[in-house]
Structures are given as structure tokens and as C-alpha cells.
T-cell receptor
Framework: AQKVTQAQTEISVVEKEDVTLDCVYE???????LFWYKQPPSGELVFLIR??????QNEISGRYSWNFQKSTSSFNFTITASQVVDSAVYFC?????????????FGKGTKLSVKP | GAGVSQTPSNKVTEKGKYVELRCDPI?????LYWYRQSLGQGPEFLIY????????DSGLPNDRFFAVRPEGSVSTLKIQRTERGDSAMYLC?????????????FGPGTRLTVT
């Protein structure tokens, strides 16, 4: 079965704090893809990153960084020096062959509130 | 460039009525997906089109739900005999390639409320 677990339902931080959003996935496939999406209050899901299962190299994009560890089936997302504009619901998603031809399996999301 | 657009943005209907939700994907994207998102949950897959054909409709909850994409571009999600439990945000996404690796670009959604 394919599954994505985001154990943190809500996180609240003060601006400039670093914050890590956890994501744990389950799949029996050896080839799969992991994604992070941001859903701001306006509602539209915004693509942030995609990783494939063969590339465990961590990635940094500005204040965002992602830590992919196959040994723990985790794909965590860190925001450094958080800003109020980072307030949103963040979804981790999995795309594996056991599913459809690319349909995403989403976690329940983590609501991040960044206070000034 | 233009992103994925969905119309209407909001739809209120009475229980038992028929509704149609429209999705205009990004031009040139061959793959199109429909998802449903309930409050406080992540989106759940409904159906996937590659071109004009439904490559996978395993997520449709029952036969009241149907979707078409006759010319390989615009798609319409149709719900017959709506029920209160159908109330949710319906999201459409398109991808240039589809497949497991394809980035999906989402529209703003249609919020359906069944009274």
C-alpha cells in the first residue's frame, strides 16, 4: 500500500525561526517520486519540489531545504528564517508505480503559522 | 503564461441536482487529473486523463461521478444526483507528461456545496 504520513497537524513559530516539517512515506516500489506542495490561504496548490527514489542528495533552494532519507522513508522539509508569507498548509505527496500513472498520494498536510 | 483555470470557483446546489465542473489545463499539457479535497485533508485522486482517454478512473467514488475530456484539452467533471457528502473542493491539475515523474500544476479549485 502507498501512504504518506505528516504527523504534525499544526506548527506555530515566530518569524525568523527555523522550522522542519516531517514526512514519512510507505511504498513497496523501488522507483517512486516524492513531492512537496504549498497551499496558501488563497487555496491554490503550489509545486515546490520533486525528488526521485534514486537521488538521496539533499537539496537547498533559498530558505528551503529538503532532506530525503530512504533508510527512514522520510522526506523532511526545512524552512530557514521563516517569514509570515510562509504561512500555509504544506503537503507531502508520493507517486509510485503501484498507484496510477502518476496520481499523487497526499498526506493530510501540516498547517504552518508564522507570527510576526 | 496562463495556469490551470477552473470554473466556477464556487458552486452551491441542492441535494439531488446535477452539476458540471470545468477545468482548462495549461496549453500543451497532455495529462490532466481531478482530485477532491475535504476540509482538513489532503487532496484525493479521482481520475487521470492522458490525452482524450481516461487512463485511470479508480478514484471515482461511485457511478454518480463521471468525467470527460473529448478533445484532449478541457475536461468536465460531472456529478449526478448530488449528495451532501459530495461537498468539497474539487481540484484539477495538469502535467506536461503525466506519469510518476510529472510535476502537476494545480488550478484554484471549485468549491462545491450541496445543501
Amino acid at each position: 500500500a502507498q501512504k504518506v504520513t505528516q504527523a504534525q497537524t499544526e506548527i506555530s513559530v515566530v518569524e525568523k525561526e527555523d522550522v522542519t516539517l516531517d514526512c514519512v512515506y510507505e511504498t513497496r516500489d523501488t522507483t517512486y517520486y516524492l513531492f512537496w506542495y504549498k497551499q496558501p490561504p488563497s487555496g491554490e496548490l503550489v509545486f515546490l519540489i520533486r525528488r526521485n527514489s534514486f537521488d538521496e542528495q539533499n537539496e537547498i533552494s533559498g530558505r528551503y531545504s529538503w532532506n530525503f532519507q530512504k533508510s527512514t522513508s522520510s522526506f523532511n522539509f526545512t524552512i530557514t528564517a521563516s517569514q509570515v508569507v510562509d504561512s500555509a498548509v504544506y503537503f507531502c505527496a508520493l507517486s509510485a508505480h503501484g498507484g496510477s500513472q502518476g496520481n499523487l498520494i497526499f498526506g493530510k498536510g501540516t498547517k504552518l503559522s508564522v507570527k510576526p | 503564461g496562463a495556469g490551470v483555470s477552473q470554473t466556477p470557483s464556487n458552486k452551491v446546489t441542492e441535494k439531488g441536482k446535477y452539476v458540471e465542473l470545468r477545468c482548462d489545463p495549461i496549453s500543451g499539457h497532455t495529462a490532466l487529473y481531478w482530485y477532491r479535497q475535504s476540509l482538513g485533508q489532503g487532496p484525493e485522486f479521482l481520475i487521470y486523463f492522458q490525452g482524450t482517454g481516461a487512463a485511470d478512473d479508480s478514484g471515482l467514488p461511485n457511478d454518480r461521478f463521471f468525467a470527460v475530456r473529448p478533445e484532449g484539452s478541457v475536461s468536465t467533471l460531472k456529478i449526478q444526483r448530488t449528495e451532501r457528502g459530495d461537498s468539497a473542493m474539487y481540484l484539477c491539475a495538469s502535467s506536461p507528461t503525466g506519469g510518476r515523474w510529472g510535476e502537476q500544476y494545480f488550478g484554484p479549485g471549485t468549491r462545491l456545496t450541496v445543501t
